[in-house]
């Protein structure tokens, strides 16, 4: 069972592994609310998950360790297990789906681990490793069905009320539920009137959706930007804890997962992943009642694909009303262009990008049409420049705003 001297076991074989985490205030992303970031993301392998895998493996026996260790992840888990691995030469083969970020995949062979991709999501994955646990003998590691590992994960609870001893609630992301699972248990214990605040990605709400019918519910399918929580079933065990300990869960959209990840960049000079971004975007978009309340959003994780961060950047700024995307229809004569920049310049946006196109199908055959990409402060400016575009005389055929 999940106990409390578990957890401090947890902390005291994390001691010399892991570091503690800063909590930052963020005034400038929250002005007018009290709210601080519990910085996992930059944990060693930029993730909690190292908690758990550490701790569970730290308790497996010499025989077991011999046999080896087996688990399934999106990446993060993988990394932690692997690092944990090595710390311990202990073998490791890990399923990752195909899906998942390279980036993490080649950081789990770095930490030296073996790696079999697995066609399908997370629980493609698990079901190989699974097998792999069967055939082998190898000990599953599992990501949060696991009272060890949910300990492990715990140990944040205990920074938390270290370093923030009257906070009044936590913001915590939800994947399977074993991080929310361990530091709910932790905080309730030692600190009862704490309010904790599940989140999860609306396109893969599997414990959101448990929890309104108060038993397990399987996804058909999950889809969002948040990778590292796209889970469509949660465990039996953090199912239970999670009713028990765990006051609200709410879900966010991908467009606001993406805000939080520009706001974190942009004001914070933090880089978190979309499953690390989904407490901070929680608070943004007003998801619970936090007035008046000293806040801890748990920033669980900062291995975000690079190949995917300029789409994310770009959707959060048309999310802001930063960015635009105006098609002007115009006379095909000299001096159309500069006369359209001119009037954008003078409302202080940024011209990024232009494409010209003659005698489209949707226009006169004397006119052409200017599609133009600017940089914007916010909706109200985009709208005085179509403002000052159409007092010019100009025809604004479509917009992406």
Known sequence: MLTLES???????????????????????????????????????????????????S??????????????SAGNHAQGVALAASHQNIDALICIPEGAPISKVEATKNYGARVEL??????????????????????MIHPFNDDDVMAGQGTIGLEILDQLPDVDAVIVPVGGGGLI???????????????????????????YKSRLSHKIETLEKVSTISDGIAVKEPGDLTFSYTEKYVDEIATVTDDEVACAILDLMEKQKLVAEGAG?????????????????????LVSGGNIDVTILSRVINR??????????????????????VAVASIIAQQGANVTGVYHERGGSDTDLKSCTLRVTIETRDFAHV???????????????????
């Open 7 to 57: 957890v401090y076991q947890a902390a005291f074989a994390l001691k010399n592994v892991i570091r503690k985490t800063d909590m930052i205030r963020a005034p400038r992303m929250f002005p007018d609310k009290e709210i601080y970031l519990k910085t996992e993301n930059l944990q060693i392998t930029g993730s909690f998950k190292v908690r758990g895998a550490y701790y569970k493996m």
């Open 59 to 72: 308790r497996l026996t010499a025989e077991q360790k011999k046999k080896g260790v087996v688990a399934c």
């Open 118 to 139: 697995v066609k399908g999501v997370y629980d493609d994955a698990y079901l190989r490793a699974l097998e792999i646990e069967k055939e082998t003998g190898k000990v």
């Open 181 to 207: 699972s361990g530091l709910a248990y932790t905080l309730k214990a030692l600190k009862p009137e704490v309010k904790i605040y599940g989140v999860q990605a609306s396109g893969a709400a599997s414990m």
């Open 277 to 297: 971004a989904v407490s901070v975007a929680a608070a943004m978009f007003n998801k619970f009642d936090l007035e008046g309340k000293k806040v801890c959003c």
């Open 316 to 337: 959060a700024l048309l999310r802001e009303g930063r960015y635009a995307d105006i098609t002007v229809a115009l006379p095909d004569k000299p001096g159309q262009l």
């Open 383 to 401: 709208a005085d420049i179509k403002k000052a575009l159409i007092d010019k005389g100009y025809n604004i055929v479509s917009e992406l705003v």
